[in-house]
């Protein structure tokens, strides 16, 4: 009896198995090339559909629209006294400037002028690349990696003072 049920058992295990892979062979199964054309005609048929019936929807309803159309008035708000409200305005508030910012900010804009009128020069003055094992001489232009096209102003025991767009620069010259 017991060597009944365990070919019972396996018996079932077996159409089991067999009706799985019947469903997964559903699933995996592509449609036929004639399932496809159907449903993508009736998908065009039905975008064909929608745009005429909101083509005509929009036509009906654009003449009704501005016939209905009324200006839109702002409603004022109610007071107790029936003034109108004073409206407060909002302060900007300005940034407060020390003395000793306002005098760096107007010798940077002197600075930044005396550039300009040197770079406009810079055809007529020599201008050579910066390098530090270099030796340069004061009143002559240089050319910096970063700091762009500068002016030298002077030359003191090797450093160099160089005016550049950015400000007043030193710059190391004649190192060994």
């Given at each position: 009896?017991?060597?009944?049920?365990?070919?019972?058992?396996?018996?079932?295990?077996?159409?089991?198995?067999?009706?799985?892979?019947?469903?997964?062979?559903?699933?995996?199964?592509?449609?036929?090339?004639?399932k496809?054309?159907?449903?993508?005609?009736?998908?065009?048929?039905?975008?064909?559909?929608?745009?005429k019936?909101?083509?005509?929807?929009?036509?009906?309803?654009?003449?009704?629209?501005?016939?209905?159309?009324?200006?839109?008035?702002?409603?004022?708000?109610?007071?107790?006294?029936?003034a109108?409200p004073?409206?407060?305005?909002?302060?900007?508030?300005?940034?407060?400037?020390?003395?000793?910012?306002?005098?760096?900010?107007?010798?940077?804009?002197?600075?930044?002028?005396?550039?300009?009128?040197?770079?406009?020069?810079?055809?007529?003055?020599?201008?050579?690349?910066?390098?530090?094992?270099?030796?340069?001489?004061?009143?002559?232009?240089?050319?910096?990696?970063?700091?762009?096209?500068?002016?030298?102003l002077?030359?003191?025991?090797?450093?160099?003072?160089?005016?550049?767009?950015?400000?007043?620069?030193?710059?190391?010259s004649?190192?060994?």
């Amino acid at each position: 009896m017991a060597a009944k049920k365990k070919t019972a058992k396996k018996a079932a295990k077996k159409v089991a198995k067999k009706a799985a892979k019947k469903v997964a062979k559903k699933i995996t199964k592509k449609p036929t090339a004639k399932k496809v054309e159907k449903k993508a005609a009736a998908k065009k048929a039905v975008k064909k559909s929608t745009a005429k019936t909101t083509a005509k929807a929009t036509e009906a309803s654009a003449p009704a629209a501005k016939k209905t159309e009324a200006p839109v008035v702002k409603a004022k708000p109610a007071t107790l006294s029936g003034a109108e409200p004073v409206k407060k305005k909002a302060k900007k508030k300005k940034k407060r400037v020390t003395k000793a910012q306002q005098a760096a900010m107007e010798e940077q804009e002197v600075l930044n002028k005396k550039w300009e009128n040197l770079y406009t020069k810079a055809g007529q003055i020599k201008s050579a690349p910066y390098n530090m094992r270099s030796s340069y001489e004061a009143q002559t232009g240089l050319e910096h990696k970063v700091l762009g096209w500068g002016f030298i102003l002077s030359n003191k025991n090797d450093r160099l003072e160089v005016l550049f767009e950015s400000g007043i620069k030193v710059l190391i010259s004649n190192y060994k």
